[in-house]
């Protein structure tokens, strides 16, 4: 692929080549962790590409690996710049602006491909759960932590994991915390398949290629329907408002 730098941001990376976004959280010494400064670059990436009729599917990955060799999609958000409310910005504000990325990336009427190498923890879980599907590496790792540290995701993250993988399953991994395998998250229908990591972004290209031959109209009214069930009014209304575009 012949990728062309949209823009230049500080915390991530943003092309774009033949109808199809790759967005890449660029902080592997963190563990690909965000701060609010890397949302909001992320939500201006996600948003530009939502506007671009250009492009029909956006690749979302982690730059690695960092020179101990270890690979990470996203860790979550940065514990060094947490505070009492929130994530601190620049200005010493809290921030909780991950809460509007995690909402633009289950709306965009595009197909969002989360490439998972390493670890992809907390918020960095949620983020790929969110995502309309998930290719994995084999070295993949998966898993919830805000309970060990007081903390959850009331939203999408407990209620859309339990309809990926079950109440039980998705109990399990907010109750107990542990990390699992590629392999296990592909067997709970956590992931749609695994790679070994040298073809991680080839299979994504892949995939999106497959999703470009289709009717971007009827792949945009797809999405809203299978939000809709659980999205409430808010879903119903984004269903019904790409429904229109079939008139």
């Not at 956006?58 to 999609?73: E, I, Q, R, S």
């Not at 998705?170 to 956590?190: D, F, P, S, V």
Request: glycine share 10%; hydrophobic share 40%; aromatic share 8%.
């Amino acid at each position: 692929m012949d990728w062309q730098v949209v823009k230049d941001y500080e915390d991530i990376q943003y092309f774009k080549a033949d109808g199809i976004a790759k967005i890449v959280i660029n902080r592997p010494h963190k563990r690909n962790a965000f701060r609010p400064k890397t949302i909001t670059e992320l939500f201006d990436a996600f948003n530009n590409a939502r506007e671009d009729t250009r492009i029909g599917v956006v690749l979302f990955m982690g730059a690695g690996p960092h020179t101990d060799g270890k690979y990470a999609f996203c860790s979550g958000g940065d514990q060094s710049v947490r505070g009492d409310g929130g994530y601190i910005d620049e200005t010493g504000m809290p921030r909780l602006n991950v809460l509007d990325l995690q909402k633009l990336i289950r709306s965009m009427p595009k197909v969002i491909i989360a490439l998972v190498a390493g670890y992809a923890i907390g918020g960095g879980h949620v983020l790929h759960l969110l995502c309309d599907l998930t290719i994995a590496a084999d070295n993949a790792i998966f898993g919830q932590t805000g309970p060990k540290v007081g903390s959850f995701d009331g939203g999408f993250g407990a209620s859309y994991m339990a309809r990926v993988v079950g109440q039980k399953k998705a109990r399990e991994i907010w109750y107990l915390c542990r990390q699992y395998n590629a392999q296990e998250a592909l067997e709970m229908g956590l992931v749609n398949t695994v790679v070994p990591i040298d073809q991680l972004e080839a299979e994504g290209i892949q995939w999106a290629q497959e999703v470009l031959e289709k009717s971007p109209i009827a792949i945009r009214c797809l999405k809203s329907a299978f939000n809709a069930d659980c999205d409430g009014q808010a879903g119903i209304q984004e269903l019904a408002g790409n429904a229109t575009m079939l008139y």
